[in-house]
């Protein structure tokens, strides 16, 4: 089974400078996606920035970006310039391309982040 | 785009009182669409899910006669808490989507049962 590790309950960061958030992750499918979901206080779940595996290259929005690192299956989300609605419990996720139309999310317990103005 | 639509927001209800719970893609038809429960400062925690036409495949642990999931259509699915009772309450929240894109979840369903 699928699982997946966010080692960071909480973090804090000053407006306006960057943090990186943690997420390992347990599989043996080559091919799958991952994902960083973010939930405000309003418990909206918002896509934040999605990874395919088998593309190399990090993938960035705006001022989101992630490292991914597939033989260390660790998938860190990096916020830039961070503003103070960027504070909400931010889920990492994954999930398996079956390509059999099994798309299930596995999620991690979530990191609250908080912004310090 | 990619907008899902979560009705109620919220119930208050009595213990016993069978609450529905509807999940619609409004610009999209859904291939599949997801039920999750997630308790507070928890994770999400799916419960099963649903393609249009066919029954919902429930996770281990959900009772399937407790939780009733209806996908009537490519636009509409139906969560039924029958007989509800205190331990039922939770936040539900329903997510849609096409083949491999992601998931667009609802803004979600605050369920208290007295």
């Known amino acids: 089974a699928q699982t997946v590790t966010q080692s960071q309950p909480e973090m804090s960061v000053q407006e306006a400078e960057t943090v990186t958030l943690s997420c390992t992750y347990d599989?043996?499918?080559?091919?799958?996606?991952l994902f960083w979901y973010k939930q405000p206080p309003s418990r909206q779940m918002i896509l934040v920035i999605r990874?395919?595996?088998?593309?190399?290259q990090n993938a960035t929005e705006n001022r989101f970006s992630v490292n991914f690192q597939k033989a260390a299956k660790s998938f860190s989300l990096k916020i830039s310039d961070s503003q103070l609605g960027d504070a909400a419990m931010y889920f990492c996720a994954y999930e398996r391309n079956s390509g059999a139309g099994s798309y299930q999310l596995t999620f991690g317990k979530g990191t609250k982040l908080s912004v310090i103005p | 785009g990619a907008v899902v639509s979560q009705h109620p927001s919220r119930v208050i209800c009595k213990s016993g009182t069978s609450v529905k719970i509807e999940c619609r893609s409004l610009?999209?038809?859904?291939?599949?669409m997801f039920w999750y429960r997630q308790f507070p400062k928890q994770s999400l925690m799916l419960m099963a899910t649903?393609?249009?036409?066919?029954?919902?495949?429930?996770e281990q642990g959900v009772e399937k006669d407790k939780f009733l999931i209806n996908h009537a259509s490519l636009t509409l699915s139906t969560l039924t808490v029958t007989s509800a009772h205190p331990e039922d309450s939770s936040f539900y929240i329903c997510?849609?989507?096409?083949?491999?894109?992601?998931?667009?979840f609802g803004d979600g369903t605050r369920l208290s049962i007295l």
């Open positions: 990874q395919e595996a088998y593309k190399q």
């Open positions: 997510s849609a989507r096409v083949f491999d894109q992601p998931q667009h």
């Open positions: 599989t043996s499918e080559s091919d799958y996606y």
């Open positions: 649903s393609n249009e036409g066919s029954k919902a495949t429930y």
């Open positions: 610009d999209f038809q859904a291939t599949t």
